[in-house]
């Protein structure tokens, strides 16, 4: 199995090292926005593009990653809401499992039906401990999930699900306040839960400003992820980049 991304990632982590990761939904982007999207990310040295959304209508996803492939260097981990959301031109795939909720589709039976195929794409699988966080408001993800996302003042539900996701074997742990959250994840819910994991972590939805990318990292997320507000704004890209990159490696 490929470990080349994950492996870096968490060199990254055991230096203190924050990596920014920018949200494309195909569905959102023709070639213009993507070419526009992958200039200002190459040189605002993004570390990622994540790729997917918890609702893709149109079925133009391997076009979309292969335009990215073929105009630059950037990682394209793919973000999928369903498993028809799998493109062998990606680099790695956050295998997702929604460990904040109690339906098991998403916890482990769309897994299973789509496992042959994951396989034989030869991407590299990274297992992800997936918790959505209520972010104010219905979002995408917790409807289509079909299931309770965590309080957002109960630190100690998303501690407790990210140490059972870490101990049943995921690498990585995504908290998520779902695309357009009105209330990000607070500082308080990132730092319970990087005290006691081990593991990656990323953080996204109702990110909007630099200051909270920043927060954010120095609160323990190890990634941050971008969509929305960079699709209002591209020029967000570089003040989100630099932000988290600003924050201080560790001696
Ligand atoms: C959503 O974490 C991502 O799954 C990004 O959210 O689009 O609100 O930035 P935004």
Redesign the pocket.
């Known amino acids: 199995m490929k470990s080349a991304i994950y492996t870096d990632l968490t060199i990254k982590k055991s230096l203190g090292k924050k990596s920014f990761a920018v949200?494309i939904?195909p569905d959102k982007v023709n070639t213009a926005v993507l070419d526009e999207l992958i200039e200002l990310s190459v040189s605002a040295r993004v570390d990622y593009f994540?790729v997917g959304?918890?609702l893709v209508i149109s079925n133009h996803l391997d076009e979309c990653v292969q335009h990215i492939k073929q105009n630059c260097d950037l990682p394209v981990l793919l973000?999928p809401g369903s498993p028809s959301q799998v493109s062998k031109y990606a680099d790695a795939l956050l295998y997702l499992s929604l460990i904040s909720g109690r339906n098991p589709e998403l916890l482990i039976g769309q897994h299973v039906v789509s496992a042959p195929f994951v396989k034989q794409s030869g991407l590299e699988i990274m297992p992800t401990g997936y918790i959505v966080v209520d972010?104010g408001a219905p979002?995408t993800?917790s409807y289509i999930s079909n299931a309770a996302p965590v309080p957002s003042d109960k630190n100690e539900i998303a501690m407790c699900t990210a140490m059972a996701g870490e101990m049943l074997g995921m690498k990585l742990i995504?908290m998520?306040?779902?695309?357009?959250?009105k209330r990000?994840i607070t500082e308080t819910m990132i730092k319970a839960v990087a005290d006691n994991i081990e593991a990656p972590l990323?953080?996204?939805?109702?990110?909007?400003t630099p200051e909270k990318a920043y927060l954010n990292c120095k609160a323990g997320a190890d990634v941050i992820?971008?969509?929305?507000?960079?699709?209002k704004d591209a020029s967000l890209i570089k003040e989100m980049s630099d932000a988290v990159h600003s924050v201080p490696v560790k001696a």
């Open positions: 949200l939904d994540l959304g918890s973000f972010g979002t993800v995504y998520d306040a779902g695309s357009g959250a990000p990323i953080t996204g939805g109702g990110i909007i992820v971008v969509g929305n507000a960079i699709e």
